[in-house]
């Protein structure tokens, strides 16, 4: 038989079911939110180290000038002290035709598909190793060329003539980021492939990996720097020295510092959701202080009246767990594939460790026992006295302040209006909880598409700042005379200029150039771009100093990315670059905000020249066109490559601006809808929350009711009165939810701009966010008044004078 307390526990939870299944729905939130973003941390974090690790990265790639590593020297370097592995590659920046438009393609030459050593690609299905003649294609690449195993692609190489090359299979790389987040095709190949595409190069990259580096890039670079020196002792000559950061994915940084916002984020909502707990634990203390007092007349301590409340509190816990645990698993493995394929990663163990479910169970229950503790504790030492002369809200002080007065002079729409504006100050610790748990949702909602806006703005900046609509790069150096002008002779074309592009770095204390990209040649890249003084192509804001503006002066403007990578640097600064290989000395003038770009150094056209003795020579073109609509400049794109190769250059690849605009907006989708599933997980919290908070003022003012109802006050017009009170509330966390989304935003877009752009996103405020918090805002106060309003509505006159 249980005994008398459990009793009572059980007979309050059944009398006012509602209330307890809203306090077990409000922690399952909570619990739901940890569970869900926590398990998808773990799985994924898990599977990225797993994936591409996998691959066996190699530290580092030592990049040979004209193709010459032969088996001989692949030998020889593989006895040099430190090597683990090591095996020759080439990568070949080639086109593929999808539909009547030319696209990059990476083309990746293997050495031994029978026996990768580094970088390794995984087989899906098809051939293995690719037959002569055929290549065998990443498996997101397919989405771009719009083909599949079986299919054909048109591909041409830097040196080659068009060829129609067959995919032979599928192969999987989590080395590289999704191609169609890049907008470029990735597909691998023999060297006798290469050959038959015209290639004459042979393996021209060395891809080392290092043995006891511990992760460490300087012994990395120590390691690379001795192999080089080996291999110039061969005769051979060292271009430079690609490191990768080790054993990180290319997106590993994004992704851990998005997932840990998020997990902040979700352990708040069930903070949030264990005030309410503790607010409504209040409430039916509040409402059972009588009872508290009889249970002390008769012998009770304040010890065993609090356990009774925290038993009632654990059992809400215990239900909620049960509630929130398994869903948290499904809304876990969708975020895990939603994210998964952003990052090209195969799942190749799903689970979520079954110590994210005991975290889930600690926190559900510690979190809001912790916040329950004080006001239980506080409430189970009231004296006999005190709960037997109890009567609701006491009206000891209020009313008498100056604040209070104010509120009673106020005649703003009616007696009706003022009289719920004072209620609702009555308990101010609780009216700041509830505006807490509405502004909190509210903040969170309105940061999700402040940020969503912010993130628009910034990629219109690509589009505000560059003043070209297609950007055209050459494999070899070619005469621009003729070129610029058959170029501006195509009707449509509104200007066009010569630049020239190369790979650089900062030049160190080193014997190599010394760069950290990663294989696929984008992530972590630095170039130079010889610009004509008077540009019309380009407008960048200036960060600090000036813009180019003399020809022949060996000044340079660096772009934020730049900076990111050497942020000592200051204007008026030397700096030491690299022209393929040789050192070049500038003085910075200046730094740029330069939205879509890697890092880049902009040198005037004359002085690069001098450098590379390219005078006379472009590798690159930019042009503007009239009509800047998609398909106007598909069209005279077709043309100018049309020109272009009837004057005997050869296209690397052809760049439209919203191609770039379209790689980089791919990146946003995820994050943005999680941000608003937190935000709505926030949001239902906060209406609880109301819901709570109104019930709780009806049982404290129940005597008060009862005497408006005597002096003439109808059910309708309290019920008005409870409705009013809540939108009151509802109103006043606006601001609050306004102001906070502020700072929110900054501290959000401060982040996530940061790891897309090197830069803070602009703050942006977007009025259609505001607009529809306001509108759930309403709602939810008018759904979360009308129990509490059709309850206050029903007590009669004898009930409510009654009230013990």
């Known amino acids: 038989m249980l005994r008398p307390r459990f009793i009572k526990v059980i007979r309050d939870l059944k009398t006012d079911f509602t209330k307890s299944g809203l306090l077990v729905l409000a922690i399952a939130i909570g619990v739901f939110g940890i569970g869900s973003i926590l398990g998808a941390y773990v799985v994924l974090t898990r599977e990225m180290a797993r994936n591409y690790l996998g691959t066996e990265p190699a530290s580092s790639t030592i990049k040979i000038e004209n193709g010459a590593i032969d088996q001989s020297l692949l030998d020889g370097a593989r006895k040099i002290p430190g090597v683990l592995q090591l095996e020759r590659h080439a990568t070949i920046l080639a086109r593929m035709k999808v539909g009547g438009d030319w696209h990059p393609l990476l083309l ?20 293995w190793p690719p037959p002569p003649g055929t290549m065998l294609v990443e498996r997101t690449a397919l989405r771009i060329m719009k083909s599949e195993e079986g299919g054909s692609i048109i591909i041409r190489t830097p040196h080659g003539e068009q060829k129609l090359v067959p995919i032979s299979g599928i192969v999987h790389d989590p080395g590289l980021a999704p191609a169609w987040q890049e907008q470029t095709g990735y597909a691998y190949i023999t060297l006798p492939t290469l050959r038959w595409l015209g290639e004459e190069q042979g393996f021209d990259e060395l891809r080392v990996l290092v043995a006891n580096s511990g992760g460490s890039l300087k012994s990395i670079e120590e390691k690379s720097n001795i192999i080089a020196d080996w291999i110039e002792a061969q005769g051979q000559k060292v271009h430079e020295i690609q490191v990768p950061p080790p054993q990180r994915h290319p997106h590993q940084g994004q992704m851990n510092a998005v997932l840990t916002l998020f997990v902040v984020f979700s352990f708040m909502t069930l903070i949030l959701s264990a005030i309410l707990v503790s607010t409504s634990l209040s409430t039916l203390m509040t409402k059972q202080i009588r009872e508290i007092g009889v249970m002390k007349a008769i012998g009770a301590n304040s010890f065993q009246i609090s356990s009774l409340y925290l038993l009632m509190l654990l059992i809400i816990c215990a239900f909620a767990i049960v509630l929130g645990i398994p869903p948290s698993k499904i809304s876990a493995g969708i975020l895990v594939n939603q994210i998964s394929g952003l990052l090209n990663l195969n799942l190749f163990d799903a689970s979520i460790p079954y110590w994210v479910s005991a975290v889930q169970a600690m926190a559900g229950i510690l979190i809001p026992i912790s916040a329950a503790a004080l006001p239980v504790f506080r409430g189970s030492r009231i004296t006999v006295q005190e709960a037997l002369s109890n009567y609701g809200v006491s009206q000891k002080n209020f009313g008498q302040g100056r604040f209070e007065s104010f509120l ?10 003022t009289l719920s504006l004072r209620n609702i100050f009555r308990k101010r610790s609780r009216l700041v909880l509830t505006l807490g748990l509405l502004a909190a949702g509210g903040a969170l909602f309105m940061t999700a598409l402040n940020i969503s806006k912010a993130w628009d703005k910034s990629l219109q900046k690509i589009d505000k700042y560059r003043h070209y609509d297609l950007e055209v790069r050459l494999n070899e150096a070619f005469p621009s005379g003729d070129l ?13 200029e010569a630049w020239e592009n190369s790979p650089t770095s900062f030049m160190k204390e080193a014997r190599y150039d010394i760069v950290h990209s990663y294989p696929d040649k984008g992530h972590g890249s630095f170039v130079m771009l010889a610009v004509p003084p008077a540009t019309q192509m380009v407008n960048f804001p200036m960060l600090d100093g000036r813009w180019l503006d003399s020809d022949n002066v060996n000044e340079v403007v660096l772009n934020h990315m730049a900076l990111a990578q050497a942020p000592h640097y200051k204007v008026a600064d030397l700096v030491s670059l690299s022209i393929d290989g040789r050192l070049s000395e500038w003085k910075i003038i200046g730094f740029v905000e330069d939205l879509g770009s890697p890092a880049t150094a902009y040198v005037s056209s004359s002085a690069y020249a001098r450098f590379s003795n390219t005078e006379g020579l472009t ?38 601006l919203s191609l770039l605009r379209s790689a980089i907006a791919e990146h946003m989708g995820v994050l943005v809808r999680s941000l608003l599933a937190m935000a709505f997980l926030m949001a239902a919290v906060g209406v609880l929350g109301l819901m709570s908070t109104m019930s709780m003022n009806i049982f404290e003012r129940t005597r008060e009711l009862g005497v408006m109802r005597a002096i003439g006050a109808t059910p309708q017009a309290i019920g008005q009165l409870v409705v009013i009170e809540g939108l009151i ?22 982040l996530i701009g940061n790891m897309s752009f090197r830069t803070p996103l602009p703050l942006s405020i977007a009025p259609l966010a505001f607009l529809i918090w306001t509108g759930l805002v309403f709602l939810g106060s008018i759904l979360a008044t009308t129990y509490p309003a059709w309850r206050a509505g029903r007590i009669t006159t004898r009930e409510a004078l009654s009230y013990q």
């Open 408 to 417: 009673a002079r106020l005649r703003i729409f009616g007696d009706l209006f």
């Open 108 to 127: 990746f030459v293997i050495d031994n598909f029978d026996d990768m050593k580094t970088n390794k690609v995984a087989k899906i299905s098809g051939a």
């Open 484 to 496: 610029l002008s058959r170029v501006r002779n195509i009707p449509g074309v509104k200007g066009v």
């Open 729 to 750: 509330i509802g109103v006043l966390s606006l601001v609050f939810a306004f102001i906070f989304s502020l700072l929110l935003s900054a501290f959000i877009g401060n």
């Open 619 to 656: 590798n690159m073109l930019r042009v503007s066109l009239s009509t800047r609509d998609r398909d106007t400049i598909l069209n005279k794109t077709r043309e100018i490559e049309e020109v272009i190769e009837k004057e005997g250059a050869s296209i690397s690849m052809t760049m439209p």
